[in-house]
Nanobody
Protein backbone atom coordinates (compact mmCIF):
# COMPACT_ATOMS: atom_id res chain seq x y z
CA UNK A 1 0.00 0.00 0.00
CA UNK A 2 1.07 3.54 -0.73
CA UNK A 3 -0.45 6.46 1.13
CA UNK A 4 -0.56 9.87 -0.51
CA UNK A 5 -1.29 13.24 1.07
CA UNK A 6 -1.65 16.39 -1.01
CA UNK A 7 -1.24 19.92 0.25
CA UNK A 8 -0.72 23.43 -1.05
CA UNK A 9 -4.06 24.20 -2.60
CA UNK A 10 -5.77 27.54 -2.19
CA UNK A 11 -7.21 30.62 -3.83
CA UNK A 12 -5.11 32.55 -6.34
CA UNK A 13 -5.76 35.19 -8.93
CA UNK A 14 -5.48 34.47 -12.62
CA UNK A 15 -1.87 34.68 -13.72
CA UNK A 16 -0.63 33.65 -10.32
CA UNK A 17 1.20 30.55 -9.14
CA UNK A 18 0.74 27.74 -6.67
CA UNK A 19 2.82 24.73 -5.74
CA UNK A 20 1.11 21.54 -4.71
CA UNK A 21 2.87 18.82 -2.76
CA UNK A 22 2.17 15.11 -2.62
CA UNK A 23 3.90 13.21 0.14
CA UNK A 24 4.09 9.46 -0.25
CA UNK A 25 4.46 6.91 2.53
CA UNK A 26 4.20 3.17 2.92
CA UNK A 27 5.56 0.90 0.19
CA UNK A 28 7.04 3.79 -1.76
CA UNK A 29 9.82 1.58 -3.15
CA UNK A 30 7.17 -0.07 -5.29
CA UNK A 31 6.12 3.22 -6.86
CA UNK A 32 6.87 3.50 -10.55
CA UNK A 33 5.05 6.68 -11.42
CA UNK A 34 3.19 9.47 -9.68
CA UNK A 35 0.49 11.27 -11.57
CA UNK A 36 -1.46 14.44 -11.01
CA UNK A 37 -5.12 14.60 -11.94
CA UNK A 38 -7.83 17.20 -11.47
CA UNK A 39 -11.59 17.28 -11.40
CA UNK A 40 -13.66 20.41 -11.85
CA UNK A 41 -17.29 20.57 -10.71
CA UNK A 42 -19.54 18.76 -13.15
CA UNK A 43 -16.64 17.47 -15.20
CA UNK A 44 -14.81 14.18 -15.48
CA UNK A 45 -11.45 13.68 -13.88
CA UNK A 46 -8.65 14.91 -16.13
CA UNK A 47 -5.02 13.78 -16.38
CA UNK A 48 -2.61 16.64 -15.71
CA UNK A 49 0.80 15.02 -15.84
CA UNK A 50 3.05 12.35 -14.38
CA UNK A 51 6.61 11.73 -13.30
CA UNK A 52 8.54 8.48 -13.39
CA UNK A 53 9.92 8.14 -9.90
CA UNK A 54 13.32 6.66 -10.79
CA UNK A 55 14.20 8.82 -13.78
CA UNK A 56 12.19 12.03 -13.22
CA UNK A 57 10.88 11.70 -16.75
CA UNK A 58 7.75 13.83 -17.02
CA UNK A 59 4.77 13.98 -19.32
CA UNK A 60 2.02 16.61 -19.41
CA UNK A 61 -1.41 17.14 -20.81
CA UNK A 62 -1.52 19.70 -23.59
CA UNK A 63 -3.75 21.93 -21.48
CA UNK A 64 -0.98 22.53 -18.93
CA UNK A 65 2.18 22.04 -20.96
CA UNK A 66 4.54 24.97 -20.54
CA UNK A 67 2.72 26.23 -17.44
CA UNK A 68 2.92 23.30 -15.00
CA UNK A 69 6.02 21.45 -13.88
CA UNK A 70 6.25 18.21 -11.92
CA UNK A 71 9.33 17.46 -9.85
CA UNK A 72 10.24 15.14 -7.01
CA UNK A 73 12.37 15.08 -3.91
CA UNK A 74 13.47 11.52 -3.20
CA UNK A 75 14.72 12.30 0.27
CA UNK A 76 11.31 13.62 1.26
CA UNK A 77 9.29 11.09 -0.76
CA UNK A 78 7.46 14.08 -2.13
CA UNK A 79 6.34 15.09 -5.60
CA UNK A 80 5.52 18.68 -6.47
CA UNK A 81 3.24 20.28 -9.02
CA UNK A 82 4.37 23.83 -9.75
CA UNK A 83 1.55 25.70 -11.44
CA UNK A 84 2.28 29.01 -13.13
CA UNK A 85 0.20 31.36 -15.25
CA UNK A 86 -2.93 29.95 -13.68
CA UNK A 87 -6.24 30.39 -15.45
CA UNK A 88 -9.80 30.23 -14.08
CA UNK A 89 -10.27 27.00 -16.03
CA UNK A 90 -7.56 25.42 -13.87
CA UNK A 91 -9.97 25.56 -10.93
CA UNK A 92 -10.47 22.01 -9.69
CA UNK A 93 -9.70 19.53 -6.97
CA UNK A 94 -6.22 18.24 -7.65
CA UNK A 95 -5.27 14.68 -6.82
CA UNK A 96 -2.01 12.81 -6.87
CA UNK A 97 -1.97 9.11 -7.61
CA UNK A 98 0.63 6.37 -7.69
CA UNK A 99 1.10 3.20 -9.67
CA UNK A 100 3.63 0.40 -9.70
CA UNK A 101 5.59 -1.20 -12.51
CA UNK A 102 3.39 -2.93 -15.05
CA UNK A 103 0.24 -1.16 -13.90
CA UNK A 104 -1.83 0.79 -16.38
CA UNK A 105 -4.12 2.22 -13.76
CA UNK A 106 -3.38 4.24 -10.64
CA UNK A 107 -4.59 2.25 -7.62
CA UNK A 108 -3.41 4.67 -4.95
CA UNK A 109 -4.93 8.11 -4.55
CA UNK A 110 -4.66 11.05 -2.22
CA UNK A 111 -7.60 12.90 -0.77
CA UNK A 112 -7.27 15.88 -3.08
CA UNK A 113 -6.64 19.57 -2.57
CA UNK A 114 -8.77 22.42 -3.88
CA UNK A 115 -7.31 24.98 -6.27
CA UNK A 116 -9.44 27.99 -7.10
CA UNK A 117 -8.33 30.57 -9.64
CA UNK A 118 -10.27 33.81 -9.66
CA UNK A 119 -10.57 36.01 -12.74
Amino acid sequence: QVQLVESGGGLVQAGGSLRLSCKASGRTFSTYALGWFRQAPGKEREFVGRIIWSTSNTYYADSVKGRFTISRDNAKNTVYLQMNSLKPEDTAVYYCAARGVGMNEYPYWGQGTQVTVSS
